[in-house]
Each structure stands twice: as structure tokens, then as C-alpha cells.
């Protein structure tokens, strides 16, 4: 750091403070440090913490101003991330400036890693944010991965995934990553194993459900390293669901017992028990699938959104068998639920409230012909573009199965 870029730091805060007119003990008191700290700043003595900063900035209602020319002199890189992650939510343009001096000054150092570091911060922001990632960044925090140290590695791309999943799913930017490096990871150990299992979530969130399918027998094969059955459990379950997708029953209700098997959480019992109902009914057991929803309905409360998946599938069933009624009473309680979980912002709501409109659609067509057609195909076409397969097949088979009774009928 050359002295006279500190000193020109500390004039400015010092310009600052007079036009407050503050003097450095009222500055130091309000700002939570000694006169000395103060007095060390303004002379360019040594560069300021970041903490002491964020509070000067406040006190001096110059946050901006501050930031900036702190950003001139602060090198330290592992600040800088630090600093970037703070700013992102209030000040996300800045935080990029941030980042990219971290960038710099780990590639003027040749520290690979914590190029990596803070390209990874980047990354996760706009995964966040929803946003597309330049595919040169995640070119460059691949290309390294094996001069890497690995278990940094997988772990903030685990953080990612977490960030992906609760951004509406948006797992773009994981996916490409992790196919990129999941077959170079030298550690056969649990960080492996989960990678493999949330690898095998995002691909089934993106409806490649054969890949979701590898993927998680591939985790099933490292099962032993998880040293956590909660983790087993849910990787069970996420077994189970791709396995329905794929019309896989038996392998599908081996899958949803080891999970119940496994897991402690009622809400992840209760989850299974809502799916193997869903496997019985598509293997045909229809009293067994019947007698698994009635049980779990017994048992949730009355504004239990699961209340929604459970009737979404019992509606379904019931048009299929002809029991309209018990269908509009499934269809109903539905209906009433749905904009409750719209306001509390369900996880499930977009996927639950197209498949409601589905079961809407087909009691319609069932009772009044070929009013309720277009809105059946309509639903049809929205069911294609999205990761559940299995209802969009289903639904397709049954207006077919209808259509040709009809032709026959006429013919």
C-alpha cells in the first residue's frame, strides 16, 4: 500500500467529519471506537477494519462516498469477500466492484483459490437473484478444479445448491458446475455423496429425469459414506420420486419404505406416506392408494397445505374411477386451501395450483363433454414444460383413453 493513497483516504474522512463538524473524539464516540482509531485514520497511519469503516460511514451519513475510496485502499482479499458478501443485499452494484478487486489482486498473486473464492461469491449472487451466470466464470472456476483444494470446493458449491433450491430452482449454474467436476473428485467421502444426491435433485427439478435416475444411483452407491440417516432418508425419498417418474413402482415403493424406515422427521414420514399412495394408484391399487390418503388426511390439520397435494392426487383418482362426487369434494377443499398457500408463499403453490386446474379441467370434460376439452389441452401443453413428467403423462393417457371411447362410440 503506498503511503500517500492512505493519506489521501484520511484527508477525505477528515473533510468529511469538519463538514459534520465533528470533532474526532465526537466522531469516535458516535462511531463506537477511540480518538485514536480516528486520529490513526486521518494521518494514513495503517488501513482502517472494515468494521470501523461501516460504522464512520454511518455516523458521517456518507455511506457511499466512504465505500468507495475504502475500495481504494483495502487489499486484503479475504476483507474484500467478506465486505462484497455484506454489501450484496443493500449496495449489490458496489459488491461487484468489490469482488472483481478481489479477482484481480488473487490473479496478480497467482492464489488460484481464492480467485475461485470470490468468483464463486459471484456466481451464487446472481444464481440468487435468478439471474444467468456468464458461462465464463463458471469456465474458470472449473478449469482449476483438480489444482484446487477440493473439499473448499464442493462445499461452496453445496452452498449453492442451497441458494439454487430456495431461488425458485433455479439450478442452472449448479448443474453446470457439478457436471463439470463431479467425475474428477478425488475423495470418495460424504461431500461426494451428497453432491451425488443434490446433482440428482437439481437434474430432477429440471425434468431430465433419466439423469436425475444415474445420478441418484449414484449417491445410493456411496449411501455408506452419509453418516447421517437423516440424509439417507432423504435420499431415499428423492429415489422414490424419480423412480414414479420413470414408472419404476416396485423400485419406487422399496425406495419410500427405506426412507420411512430411516427417517425421524414426521414431516418426511408423512411425505412418503402421501407418495406411496401416488405409487399405488398408478400401479391400479386404487383402494390401497385410497386407504393411504384417507389416513394421512385423519392426521393433518385443516389448513395443512399438504392437504392440497393429498387432493390433488385423491381427485384425480376419483375421475379416473368415475366418482365424480368424491372428486368435487376433493377438488373443493382444494380450492379452498390454494390461496391461503399463495399467501404464505407455498414452495409448492405454482406446481399444486396447475394441477388443481387440471382435475378442474377433466371433472369439467367428464360431465360436460367437450366444453372442458380445450381447457384439458390447454393443461396438457403447461404439464410438458415442466419436471412433472409423470402427471403430464398420465393426463395425456387418460384424454386419449377418453377420446377413443368417444370415437368408438360414434363409429
Not at 488473487?106 to 456466481?123: G, P
Not at 463458471?138 to 461452496?156: A, E, M
Not at 403453490?349 to 366444453?371: C, I
Amino acid at each position: 500500500m503506498k503511503v500517500y493513497e492512505l493519506r489521501t483516504f484520511g484527508r477525505i474522512i477528515k473533510g468529511m467529519r469538519k463538514a459534520k463538524r465533528l470533532s474526532q473524539e465526537e466522531l469516535a464516540a458516535q462511531a463506537g471506537v477511540t480518538r485514536q482509531t480516528i486520529n490513526h485514520m486521518e494521518r494514513g497511519s495503517n488501513t482502517p477494519r472494515l468494521d470501523t469503516i461501516e460504522s464512520v460511514a454511518i455516523v458521517l451519513d456518507q455511506t457511499q462516498s466512504v465505500f468507495k475510496e475504502y475500495l481504494k485502499i483495502q487489499n486484503d482479499i479475504s476483507v474484500l469477500i467478506e465486505w462484497a458478501e455484506r454489501c450484496q443485499d443493500t449496495y449489490s452494484s458496489f459488491s461487484k466492484a468489490i469482488i472483481k478487486k478481489a479477482i484481480r489482486l488473487s490473479l496478480q498473486n497467482n492464489d488460484t483459490n481464492k480467485a475461485v473464492n470470490a468468483l464463486f461469491q459471484w456466481i451464487t449472487w446472481e444464481s440468487a437473484r435468478g439471474n444467468k451466470v456468464n458461462r465464463r466464470k463458471i469456465n474458470y472456476v472449473t478449469r482449476f478444479f483438480n489444482s484446487l483444494n477440493q473439499d473448499n470446493f464442493i462445499s461452496q458449491l453445496a452452498y449453492l445448491y442451497g441458494i439454487s433450491f430456495k431461488s425458485n430452482k433455479q439450478f442452472s449454474a449448479f448443474v453446470e458446475i457439478a457436471e463439470r467436476i463431479i467425475e474428477r473428485v478425488k475423495n470418495e467421502d460424504e461431500k461426494l455423496a451428497v453432491l451425488w444426491y443434490q446433482y440428482a435433485n437439481a437434474k430432477y427439478y429440471q425434468g431430465e429425469i433419466w439423469k436425475a435416475y444415474h445420478a441418484s444411483r449414484n449417491a445410493l452407491e456411496r449411501q455408506h459414506l452419509l453418516n447421517d440417516d437423516s440424509v439417507r432418508a432423504k435420499l431415499f425419498s428423492r429415489c422414490g420420486l424419480i423412480c414414479l417418474q420413470l414408472k419404476a413402482y416396485q423400485e419406487a415403493l422399496v425406495h419410500f419404505h427405506s426412507c420411512l424406515m430411516l427417517t425421524l422427521d414426521q414431516d418426511l414420514k408423512d411425505f412418503c406416506h402421501l407418495n406411496l399412495g401416488r405409487t399405488y394408484y398408478m400401479m391400479g391399487q386404487y383402494d390401497m392408494a385410497r386407504e393411504k390418503w384417507t389416513n394421512l388426511l385423519g392426521t393433518l390439520k385443516d389448513d395443512d397445505f399438504r392437504r392440497i397435494n393429498i387432493n390433488n392426487d385423491f381427485a384425480c383418482m376419483e375421475l379416473r374411477l368415475g366418482n365424480y362426487d368424491k372428486a368435487q369434494e376433493c377438488i373443493q377443499e382444494a380450492e379452498n386451501l390454494l390461496p391461503i398457500a399463495r399467501n404464505k408463499g407455498w414452495h409448492m403453490y405454482n406446481s399444486e395450483l396447475l394441477l388443481h386446474r387440471r382435475n378442474k379441467a377433466m371433472l369439467l370434460f367428464e360431465t360436460k363433454g367437450d366444453v372442458g376439452l380445450k381447457n384439458v389441452l390447454q393443461i396438457i401443453k403447461e404439464l410438458k414444460v415442466t419436471y412433472l413428467q409423470d402427471e403430464y403423462d398420465s393426463t395425456k393417457d387418460y384424454l386419449v383413453d377418453k377420446l377413443e371411447i368417444m370415437y368408438n362410440m360414434i363409429n
